[in-house]
């Protein structure tokens, strides 16, 4: 049983999932609480997935040596992995499931000192909803966060979005812990950046959607978003077009413009997310309650912002040039 383990038990827990907070302030700290954990779960012989920014998987590469070989040992770099925070629970799970009946070891890093506001947002809404997502499952999941560059209160969230903190050189259970669906309800409140004077708009109803493909494509060629992210682009815009004419109540408002080397899509409609995991799991074939849509988006553009409130549904799609 690990000291996490330990704190849940005393606690009264008894849910086999584990979600520490490690805080850091230095890369000697760093390899005391990340290399600890992976060394400690590769002897123990559990399958072990890191998941950090490039910069902290080349240091880890150095501190593991040989052990980078292990067949049970993944290594990807966060910054491409969780490029869009909203596809990070996927992966995760995705990793999970490969190795049923044994406990996965996961690090995941998805926040660090250069990620935007709109990326950070999202980010804690993973943190929360990885609470969710894991209860009752057999793993552990320890996220780092760089005390010493981070704005306070993205470790203040931190300590909300965790159950359990690492910090100090110390473990304790998080005084501040917040149920995922409540943080999730708290990050819906929080305002979008709002879009420039002038964007491309168009309203759309049923029977629309080859001319929301069509308004999109030819916009996002103009303004130089070449194949095949355009391609990709396009078809995000479609299914979001869709999930509002299927959820949406039937209609809903394409606003489309630059920001920087971002194209942003934005589609409102009179639809309401019920479930916070939609789009952050990866639906059965057979789903038919719009969550598949919502997952291809994710998997698609580069950051996927939501906002569901009572007056409806807004989805922002962001893709890069590169």
Do not use: K
């Not at 709002?194 to 759309?204: E, S």
């Not at 493909?213 to 070449?226: P, Q, V, Y």
């Not at 509002?244 to 009179?270: K, M, N, Y």
């Not at 309401?272 to 639906?283: I, Q, Y």
């Amino acid at each position: 049983m690990t000291r996490s383990e330990h704190i849940l038990a005393e606690r009264g827990s008894s849910d086999p999932f584990v979600h520490p907070a490690l805080f850091y302030r230095s890369p000697g700290e760093y390899l005391t609480g990340v290399g600890g954990f992976v060394d400690g779960a590769l002897e123990a012989g559990d399958p072990v997935l890191v998941a950090v920014p490039g910069p902290r998987l080349g240091m880890l590469r150095e501190h593991l040596g040989d052990a980078t070989a292990a067949d049970r040992l993944t290594l990807v770099d966060m910054a491409e992995f969780g490029r869009n925070p909203g596809r990070i629970l996927s992966g995760l799970r995705d990793f999970a499931d490969r190795h049923p009946g044994r406990t996965a070891r996961i690090v995941g890093e998805p926040i660090w000192a250069r990620r935007s506001p709109a990326e950070l947002v999202e980010a804690t809404r993973h943190e929360a909803l990885i609470n969710a997502a894991f209860t009752g499952r057999a793993a552990t999941v320890l996220c780092p966060y760089d005390a010493s560059r981070l704005p306070a209160r993205v470790c203040a969230d931190a300590r909300r979005t965790h159950p359990v903190l690492w910090e100090d050189g110390g473990e304790r259970p998080s005084a501040h812990y917040t149920a995922p669906r409540a943080l999730s309800a708290e990050c819906d409140a929080l305002p979008l950046a709002p879009p420039p004077a002038h964007t491309r708009t168009l309203a759309f109803t049923t029977g629309d959607l080859g001319e929301v493909r069509h308004h999109a494509d030819t916009w996002a060629e103009e303004t130089g978003l070449g194949m095949p992210r355009r391609g990709d682009f396009v078809l995000a815009v479609a299914e979001a077009a869709a999930n509002s004419i299927a959820h949406g109540g039937g209609r809903g408002i394409l606003r489309l413009w630059s920001d920087g080397p971002a194209r942003v899509a934005e589609i409102r409609d009179g639809g309401h997310l019920t479930d916070p995991l939609a789009g952050r799991r990866r639906p059965a074939l057979d789903c038919a309650d719009g969550g598949r849509g919502l997952w291809m988006m994710h998997q698609l553009c580069d950051l996927v912002e939501t906002r569901s409130t009572s007056a409806g549904l807004t989805v922002r799609l962001h893709m890069d040039h590169s």
